[in-house]
């Protein structure tokens, strides 16, 4: 099914540069891009974002790290993008993430690990909805839908 799922790159992204290197993987890969911007998320937010985080222990740090700059949130759309984008993202603690998925490329943390991903597609629709407007999710036509997809693949 042609889903769509929230990406968001963290600030240890942004700050270590690695902001291009990212969008390219989901790029690459084929996924669609339908709605990218950069936002400075509050601890509210993020305090929604992270409730099921919010009685471990590590949760207020890992709010302040979050909002140490700004984020730059994506939504990628394709078919089964929500389990294809967490595929390709790994595993949470960047020490086990393995070898080729993102992660595994670019991190030693578990809460310095480079992106946010929606882990259902119950999720992604609400966290699509957290952080972007209606009008800030754009649908096109992707010229190159017969290259990355067979006919009955969508
Ligand atoms: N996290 C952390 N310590 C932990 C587990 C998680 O700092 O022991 C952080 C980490 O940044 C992770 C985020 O909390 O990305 C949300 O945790 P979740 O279990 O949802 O992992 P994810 O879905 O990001 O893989
Ligand atoms: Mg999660």
Redesign the pocket.
């Known amino acids: 099914m042609m889903e769509k799922t929230l990406v968001i790159l963290k600030p240890c992204t942004l700050q270590r540069g690695l902001i291009g290197e990212v969008i390219s993987r989901f790029e690459q890969k084929g996924l669609i891009l339908a709605g990218m911007k950069m936002a400075w998320l509050s601890d509210e937010v993020l305090s929604e974002h ?1 409730t ?2 919010k009685d ?1 222990p ?1 949760f207020q740090r ?1 709010k302040d790290s979050m909002n140490t700059t700004p984020v730059v949130i994506c939504c990628w759309k394709g078919v089964d993008a929500v389990s294809v984008v967490r595929t390709m993202i790994g595993a ?1 603690n960047g020490r086990n993430a393995l070898p080729g998925t993102i992660r595994g490329d670019y991190s030693v943390s ?2 310095e ?1 480079i992106v ?2 929606s ?1 259902s597609i119950e999720t992604a629709t609400v966290e699509l909805k957290r952080f972007f407007n209606d009008d800030e999710l754009f649908s096109y036509d992707p010229v190159l839908l017969s290259n990355l997809y067979a006919n009955d693949e969508i």
Do not use: E, P, R, S
């Open positions: 992270y099921h985080q471990k590590f890992l949470t578990v809460q690990n946010h991903a882990d």
